[in-house]
């Protein structure tokens, strides 16, 4: 039974950061007592550096109780940068992302490994390109306004043109900001980049995760180490396992399990392109390490991810009869709900992505607060759903072996 986790979380590409994630996870916890009849302490969010935050929590059935250090590995001061560059060179920058998956091959493989992912990605391009039509469409209204009504040479009007476009595409951006566009395409060109193996701005958040989870591993006063990647962070969470056992071979063998979870990852779509040779090695590393458990959650309903999907063998990685990762878990968020909140969840395809790391209002056998804080292993859980959740009778109480108390709390 785990007395004691560590957990470190990799963001997908979220401009909110460790505030809103605390605020996510807050409002999870609500939820999730709702179902649970058991206690719960959260501490207050804690700001260590420009490199980490992290909170605690502790959670207490009859006969168990649990103290969890939640560690958030923080980006949003490099994602907030990226999305405040100027627009125009976004745009430049996302064009060519758009014609590279057309002509590279990369969107058709994505097409054929997921329809739905594939819808969601040309959904977006759509979206982009209508941007820019709106913002050249006033640009050339103004110039045609200017020389018919205007009476300005030809000259004068077009550069009026030009300059009204070119201030327009920033302007509707707020506009599409609504719809994550600028969020969405901002993320992937700088995908491409780190799926090649090019220095990128998520180097030093992979390096700083990888150093916490080996000094985590070294210290070896937790029952389990977890880490947790979402979504984008299905791309980073599993190279900064990678770069651990580079910086420490036997991270995994110090004492903790170490277990990369992977929820809703879009990692495929990296490693889908051809020239995606780093994030085919780094899988292809995963594939094969015993001292670790590597599972990665997949849900139907959400477009977000690739369904019933193996990311190795189906992304091109050939692992051997040496291969161990990942255990694929297919989850259901229709389980997790009541079907008034699930028809609500349903009208929001980026809230049901983020359903892989919140609480439902029933209980069962996937719940992001009872995995990351909860008694069991997280590779029980993934074996064995039904049975282990079977486990915890009505008052919460474990009905297993080993329900013995707990050991002091983490440190703050």
């Known amino acids: 039974m785990i007395r004691r986790r560590q957990v470190i979380y990799v963001e997908g590409y979220d401009p ?59 980006q949003e001061h490099i ?24 002509l590279s091959g990369a969107m058709f493989r994505i097409f054929c490994a997921s329809w739905r992912f594939g819808a969601h990605l040309v959904w977006f391009q759509l979206m982009l390109l209508a941007w820019i039509a709106a913002a ?28 009204v476009g070119v201030a327009a595409f920033p302007a509707l951006g707020k506009l599409f900001d ?134 190795v063998e189906g992304v091109g990685v050939e692992a051997g009869p040496q291969r161990c990762n990942p255990l694929v878990w297919l989850v259901r968020f229709k389980d997790m709900v009541s079907p008034e909140f699930y028809r609500r969840l349903r009208r929001s395809f980026f809230r049901l992505h983020y359903q892989f790391i919140m609480s439902g209002d029933r209980r069962a056998a996937y719940d992001y607060v009872m995995l990351t804080c909860g008694p069991l292993p997280v590779a029980q859980w993934a074996k064995h759903p039904g049975e282990t959740l079977a486990l915890f009778a009505a008052d919460g109480s474990l009905t297993g072996p080993g329900t013995s108390a707990s050991r002091p709390a983490l440190a703050s």
């Open 16 to 74: 909110q950061g460790a505030s809103g994630y605390y605020g996510l996870f807050r409002a999870a916890m609500r939820r999730f007592l709702k179902a649970w009849p058991i206690k719960s302490d959260l501490g207050e969010l804690k700001l260590e550096s420009d490199a980490f935050a992290c909170w605690t929590i502790g959670l207490s059935g009859p006969n168990w109780h649990v103290d969890t250090r939640y560690t958030f590995l923080r």
């Open 136 to 163: 050249v469409g006033a640009g050339w209204l103004v110039a045609l306004a200017a020389f018919h009504w205007g009476g300005l040479p030809t000259l004068w009007s077009a550069g009026l043109g030009i300059v």
């Open 178 to 311: 609504r719809w994550h566009v600028t969020q969405i395409i901002n993320h992937w060109p700088l995908l491409r980049r780190f799926g090649r193996g090019n220095a990128t701005c998520l180097d030093q958040p992979i390096e700083d995760g990888a150093q916490r989870l080996v000094m985590l591993a070294r210290a070896n006063d937790a029952d389990e180490i977890v880490v947790v990647g979402h979504s984008g962070g299905g791309v980073l969470g599993p190279a900064v396992m990678a770069r651990a056992l580079a910086l420490d071979p036997d991270v995994g063998r110090h004492g903790p399990a170490v277990v990369l979870m992977t929820l809703g990852s879009i990692m495929p779509g990296v490693a889908l392109h051809s020239s995606a040779t780093a994030i085919r090695d780094m899988v292809r590393r995963l594939a094969v390490e015993r001292s670790i458990v590597w599972i990665d959650c997949q849900s139907r309903k959400d477009v977000m991810n690739f369904w019933n999907f193996d990311p």
């Open 79 to 102: 994602i907030s940068a990226n999305i405040a560059e100027p627009m125009v060179w976004q745009a430049c920058r996302s064009l060519a992302w758009l014609a590279d998956s057309v």
